[in-house]
């Protein structure tokens, strides 16, 4: 049985370590001079479909990043495969039902980035209504000539009402959040989640979250039925004086409709973290002033960062000795 494991990125630690103990390991990119230094520099482009075949031949596990396409063609090329454990908590870049029908176990990583990421949120909330970026554009640029009253005013968020769509772990931990700003906080998802009245959050449907609140936070997963959650129908439904923050995938928004919509003011503005065509952004997004853009940065603190790691390895580990993995995504593929 092969004990090879193949990784699309050298991840931080202590993951790769914990692997190497154990397996013989691959890691794609780990000798490539362009943009060589992921914790300084541009990151590491994406293995080709290729070169992960290549990488992976042989492998009875791949770990791979949410850029990464597993797809039934990739996973009939790696026949050999057992488990595919992706660094991250979506998994919307696999194909779980080709692995499932192949008897492969798919795994992600929730939980460990989930105060990260709520935290992330909330600065692209607060950045976005603040006009932060553009202040400090200015002054990077040398043109604040001096205060004024009527300079760079944003909006109120303390006492506000803030939506929440995607009531799990990280939609929960932005509302508990609101908390110290005194806000209404209304919530989406397509349960009544336990403990939703402890944070102070009602549940109500979409169309009432686009025509009250004042902040909406995107937290759902990527699916056919939340591609494009966010289109013009519902921009329009919104505030003009809103604010929409994405830190969920790129895609659940329309980004074609959102650029329309900041720049003829449908909407006040925007934080993403996460874009449709990753890393491309959609033409014109750059040019405004009225969003706020950030690198796909929700779980990047150390602490997370080293806890989704370990717990790649940790699924790895336990799948190929025999071990049910900790956050196994289709269970029917564990052996009973």
């Not at 989406?188 to 402890?198: L, N, Q, R, S």
């Amino acid at each position: 049985m092969s004990s090879r494991i193949f990784v699309t990125y050298p991840l931080p630690s202590p993951g790769l370590d914990m692997l190497r103990e154990r397996f013989e390991v691959g890691v794609f990119g780990e000798d490539l001079e362009a943009g060589a230094d992921p914790d300084q520099g541009r990151g590491i482009a994406a293995p080709s479909r290729d070169q992960l075949i290549g990488g992976a031949a042989a492998c009875a596990g791949l770990v791979t990043l949410v850029r990464d396409r597993v797809d039934d063609e990739l996973l009939a090329a790696l026949p050999s495969l057992r488990i595919v454990s992706n660094y991250g908590v979506g998994y919307d870049n696999i194909d779980v039902e080709a692995a499932t029908r192949r008897g492969v176990m798919v795994t992600n990583t929730p939980g460990v980035l989930t105060n990260a990421t709520a935290d992330l949120a909330w600065l692209l909330l607060l950045a976005c209504t603040r006009r932060v970026v553009e202040g400090e554009r200015m002054m990077r640029t040398g043109a604040y000539l001096g205060w004024d009253p009527k300079m760079l005013v944003g909006a109120d968020v303390y006492g506000q009402t803030l939506g929440v769509v995607g009531f799990g772990r990280i939609g929960q931990a932005v509302a508990r959040r609101a908390h110290g700003f005194d806000m209404r906080v209304l919530y989406e998802d397509a349960i009544e989640v336990p403990g939703a009245a402890e944070l102070g959050a009602t549940r109500v449907d979409l169309d009432t979250i686009l025509a009250e609140a004042d902040y909406i936070s995107l937290h759902v997963a990527l699916t056919p039925e939340t591609h494009h959650l966010i289109g013009e129908p519902q921009l329009r439904r919104m505030k003009p004086t809103a604010h929409l923050v994405n830190t969920s995938r790129g895609p659940v928004v329309d980004e074609a409709a959102l650029v329309r919509a900041l720049r003829e003011g449908w909407i006040a503005g925007a934080g993403l973290d996460v874009f449709e065509r990753e890393p491309e952004l959609a033409a014109g997004l750059a040019d405004l002033d009225n969003v706020v853009l950030l690198p796909h940065l929700g779980s990047a603190t150390i602490g997370s960062r080293a806890g989704m790691s370990r717990l790649a390895a940790e699924n790895v580990i336990a799948a190929l000795t025999g071990e049910r993995p900790p956050t196994l995504v289709n269970p029917e593929t564990f052996p009973s």
